[in-house]
């Protein structure tokens, strides 16, 4: 299994602004997936994006995948205070995801 | 997305006791279930992997032994933590895949467990 890194390490930005995560691997994948975990709390699934897709969507989510540069990119739109989070990513081959130590966003109001 | 549940969602008990912690799927059917732990400020370990009606890998360190883990049903896991110490004090999280053609992974809101 590989995992993830998200970089950078922990973000703060002003509540409204935009909030860009990056991942990056080493192996070729299936697909990839993006989690949010809340302090002491589960992880919550974001968005899982296919390896023959670029782009992805959801509500103020968006992810790209470039498979040629083994990277994905998270972009949070109009940050608001409970998006403050860690947020991991999951890159799936065949088997098991393993997780790095995420990016911990914090959003000031 | 798919919900995956766990109870219960804290425990504090005796050393020496044993502690077992469910973990279900609620509105599918996994192909695979995955038990993590987590250490404060520290990412998810993977800890082993359940497939229905076999036995459980587990990740190297991880005494098989101490963390029972049986995967009863497409729905139902258990981990079974046999003579609790201190030191396994934790935070564990299930996880539960879906299976082709989704293969996405859904994760239980996690049990704190304490020994005292």
């Known amino acids: 299994s590989q995992q993830g890194e998200e970089d950078p390490q922990a973000l703060s930005i002003q509540e409204g602004e935009n909030a860009t995560m990056n991942c990056s691997y080493k192996?070729?994948?299936?697909?990839l997936q993006w989690y949010r975990q809340n302090s002491g709390r589960g992880l919550v699934h974001l968005i899982l994006?296919?390896?023959?897709?670029r782009e992805k969507h959801s509500g103020r989510l968006r992810v790209t995948l470039d498979t040629s540069k083994k990277s994905s990119s998270l972009l949070i739109t109009a940050s608001r205070a409970a998006d403050t989070a860690s947020y991991f990513c999951?890159?799936?081959?065949?088997?098991?995801?393993?997780f790095g130590t995420g990016t911990r966003l914090t959003i000031i109001p | 997305g798919a919900v995956v549940s766990q109870h219960p969602s804290r425990v504090i008990c005796k050393s020496g006791t044993s502690v077992k912690i469910e973990c279900r799927s609620l509105?599918?059917?996994?192909?695979?279930m995955f038990w993590y732990r987590q250490f404060p400020k520290q990412s998810l370990m993977l800890m082993a992997t359940?497939?229905?009606?076999?036995?459980?890998?587990?990740e190297q360190g991880v005494e098989k032994d101490k963390f029972l883990i049986n995967h009863a049903s497409l729905t139902l896991s258990t981990l079974t933590v046999t003579s609790a110490h201190p030191e396994d004090s934790s935070f564990y999280i299930c996880?539960?895949?879906?299976?082709?053609?989704?293969?996405?992974?859904?994760f239980g809101p996690g049990t704190r467990l304490t020994v005292l």
């Open positions: 996880s539960a895949r879906r299976g082709e053609p989704y293969n996405e992974q859904f």
């Open positions: 192996t070729s994948i299936n697909n």
């Open positions: 994006i296919r390896s023959n897709e």
């Open positions: 999951a890159p799936f081959g065949n088997e098991k995801l393993t």
């Open positions: 509105d599918f059917q996994a192909t695979t």
């Open positions: 359940s497939n229905e009606g076999s036995k459980a890998t587990y």
